[in-house]
């Protein structure tokens, strides 16, 4: 029998842990594993592991459950560490989310202003975490999952020796949504994503040989979930990703959040409660309101990443690595999400995908920006953390990024 392999995870209480547990579960071509879940409430942390430990019941290879509160024993001898942590909890999120709108800018988590109060929140606290790992797992290849995913990549790999790769399931997402118009498998296509974490369009797809994406911008109306108008989609040659409304239509989705009394933090933290509540009283599976929560991401890119690189597979994946001179137009440190050739010696990058040049300009500023902005906070720097301000794609004047600094800056 292989070698057993260990994956720890911070923010390993999170209600959707044993869902990632259930992926794992699922696939037979992998070595046996442990699933050390770490989290700071032993209360939830036991409740969410005995949820989990109930859907490796039915697994055909070994898979352990073992939840930990000190952060060094359970990241001692991990080969892989799942970065998912939520600083603040969703009262945070729900912060994020609603302060931008006084300053008539939309809230979101990852995009905008909201994106940047979330980054100054969690990477002194992944940094902390940093430490930790090149302590007790060194060799460890570490998961990105926590949002906003590339400011906290770029930390860790500018501001630490952890090997970290970002993982997102945004492009498998927009993959599918391609299949499900041409009406073929997934697995048939070849997609080719150009851009950032929640900053880039699947600018090709391949299916037998042929570039399918003519015919896609023809269809565009029947894309199911196309996030941005047709129009424009059209017009660039594309698809991107769910966060381009926040880019494109950002007066839509005010005018939206500003007629909703409730924010999604507020929603999930509702949804948080129930699940808690049923995983006590729930004897076996896992509970309906889980479902009402999802997490696409473990079964797209977490778990399929992480096997490519313990079964040593060759296979190709879209994930955020170091730029590195792979793309020639943006700068050698910044974050990109490109597919990548995965096995047991790493992730490789493949050619890029051929960018329009104004996609070129907008994902150059938006790494411009998310890479002044972490070094500012890592340097406590107000100076670079105003010029970060005054390019973000949705702060327009130097009042309001002022205004905006006032209310979020800390240092």
Not at 33 to 53: N, S, Y
Not at 187 to 206: I, N, P, R
Request: charged share 20%; aromatic share 6%; proline share 5%.
């Amino acid at each position: 029998m292989a070698e057993m392999k260990k994956l720890a995870v911070l923010g390993g209480s999170s209600i959707a842990s044993p869902l990632l547990v259930q992926e794992i579960a699922k696939r037979n071509d992998r070595p046996p594993f442990e699933v050390c879940l770490i989290g700071r409430t032993r209360d939830k942390l036991e409740k969410v592991g005995a949820a989990a430990v109930r859907v490796t019941q039915g697994a055909d290879v070994p898979l352990k459950v073992t939840i930990e509160t000190n952060i060094t024993k359970g990241l001692d001898g991990a080969d892989y560490i799942l970065n998912q942590i939520r600083v603040g909890g969703y009262q945070a999120r729900a912060y994020d989310e609603r302060f931008p709108q006084q300053f008539g800018i939309l809230g979101e988590e990852t995009f905008g202003p909201g994106g940047m109060s979330n980054a100054l929140r969690t990477i002194p606290v992944v940094l902390e975490y940093c430490r930790e790992i090149e302590k007790a797992a060194p060799d460890a290849l570490a998961l990105n999952l926590t949002n906003p995913n590339s400011f906290i990549q770029y930390a860790a790999v500018n501001y630490s020796q952890v090997n970290m790769v970002g993982v997102c399931d945004s492009p498998v997402g927009i993959a599918e949504n391609i299949s499900a118009l041409l009406d073929v498998p997934v697995e048939k296509l070849w997609v080719e994503y150009a851009g950032m974490h929640h900053f880039g369009w699947v600018v090709k797809a391949v299916l037998d040989g042929k570039d399918m994406m003519p015919e896609i911008l023809k269809n565009l109306e029947k894309v199911p979930g196309l996030p941005v108008d047709a129009e424009i989609a059209r017009a660039v040659g594309g698809i991107p990703t769910s966060y381009f409304r926040y880019y494109y239509h950002s007066n839509r989705v005010l005018e939206k959040q500003k007629a909703t009394s409730q924010v999604r933090a507020e929603q999930l933290m509702e949804l948080q409660d129930q699940v808690m509540a049923d995983y006590e009283t729930s004897k076996g599976g896992l509970p309906d309101s889980l479902l009402q929560r999802g997490a696409h991401w473990y079964g797209a890119s977490v778990v399929p990443v992480m096997l490519a690189h313990a079964n040593n597979a060759n296979e190709v994946h879209i994930v955020n690595l170091v730029n590195n001179g792979t793309v020639e137009w943006m700068p050698k440190k910044a974050i990109i999400e490109t597919q990548a050739l995965v096995n047991r010696h790493g992730l490789t990058p493949l050619e890029p995908a051929r960018t329009p040049i104004d996609l070129q300009a907008m994902v150059r500023l938006n790494a411009t920006f998310e890479m002044l902005w972490v070094e500012a906070v890592v340097e406590k720097d107000h100076d670079k953390a105003l010029r970060a301000m005054m390019l973000n794609h949705l702060v327009h004047d130097l009042d309001t990024a002022k205004a905006i600094l006032k209310e979020i800056w800390k240092f």
